[in-house]
Every structure is written in structure tokens, then in C-alpha cells.
């Protein structure tokens, strides 16, 4: 019978959870498993690796932006998000080996679609081309609610609860057409 043997070749930079449990299980099993470092000369970097935005927002809330951070040795960071308005939120961080996560609350103040640049900065890195992402998103203006009334003033009390509530409100005394309604 032949011996039973995994080797693992790693750059030693952890991507996931898991491995140990796993080596253990070969071990446990009569697999005997070996590990060897391997020097990949890999220059110090960190990435956006995506940013999440929400698929809208409503006008008057905040909408929660995540940039996805990637990188190969732990350090201290600045992370800028910058609205297509000119806004910018700055976060110092301290990077992890691997994945860090850092979000931001942006205010959703026009209707229209929001995008946010995201840059991170650090002293260690050496691949700038990498250090930028962006998301897009929509900020949804007030809703908007017909009332229509049969008669003059029947509607106008709903109307004004409507409107306290934060809602823009058309009383009407018939049902608008499609022409009117995508006006």
C-alpha cells in the first residue's frame, strides 16, 4: 500500500477560513499533509475590489456604501468616497490581510442617480492602477399619490393627510389618462 500525501503550496496570505479544520480531517483520515511557503516576490497591494451600493434610495435617507477592500499585507489606510456632487466621506482604517470591508452613510439629497467614486490610499502599496472603484445607484424622488373624487372637496381631507405624511398629492376629479400620468 502506498503512502496517502496532500501537498499544499501557499504564499502564506490567508483567503479563507477553513484550512485548518480541513488538514485536520486528512490527518485524521491517514492523509498526511505538507505545507510548503512559496516566495511568489509578490509587491505589497491593496485593491478595491468592489463597491456596493443599495439598488435605490428614496430622497431624504441614507444609503449605505460598502467598499470591498483587498489586500496582501495588514496597514493602516485612508478610504475616500466622493459623490458625482462633489461630497466626500473619509474613513481611516487599518487593513487586514485579506478582505476589509468599509462603509459609509450617504445622504440621499437629489432624485436622479448618485454615483460614488471610492479610492483607497495607503504607504505600502505599489499598484495604484487598483486603488479605485465606483457604484451607481438611484435616489428615488417623493412619492406621489392621486386622489380623485367624485365630487368637488370630497377628497380634501385624505389630500391633506397625504400631504402631512411627506406625500406630493394631485387631487383630481376624474382618472388621469396614460398621457397624464407620464408627465
Known amino acids: 500500500e502506498g503512502s496517502r500525501r496532500v501537498v499544499v503550496l501557499t504564499d502564506a496570505v490567508p483567503t479563507s477560513s477553513g484550512l485548518e479544520a480541513a488538514a485536520e480531517g486528512l490527518a485524521e483520515s491517514g492523509v498526511a499533509v505538507d505545507f510548503h511557503v512559496v516566495d511568489t516576490a509578490r509587491s505589497a497591494d491593496v485593491m478595491v475590489e468592489t463597491v456596493r451600493v443599495p439598488t435605490v434610495s428614496r430622497l431624504g435617507e441614507t444609503a449605505t456604501v460598502t467598499a470591498v477592500l483587498r489586500s496582501n499585507q495588514a496597514g493602516p489606510a485612508t478610504v475616500v468616497f466622493e459623490t458625482n456632487d462633489g461630497r466626500t466621506f473619509t474613513e481611516e482604517v487599518t487593513l487586514e490581510a485579506g478582505r476589509t470591508d468599509v462603509s459609509v ?9 448618485e454615483m460614488v467614486d471610492v479610492r483607497v490610499q495607503t504607504d505600502f502599496d505599489t499598484r495604484p492602477e487598483n486603488d479605485v472603484g465606483a457604484g451607481v445607484y438611484r435616489i428615488l424622488g417623493p412619492a406621489r399619490v392621486a386622489v380623485v373624487e367624485g365630487r368637488s372637496g370630497e377628497g380634501d381631507d385624505l389630500a391633506r393627510a397625504l400631504q402631512a405624511g411627506g406625500l406630493e398629492v394631485d387631487v383630481r376629479g376624474s382618472i388621469p389618462s396614460e398621457t397624464e400620468l407620464l408627465a
Request: glycine share 12%; charged share 20%.
Open 105 to 113: 452613510d450617504v445622504p440621499s439629497e437629489m432624485s436622479g442617480f
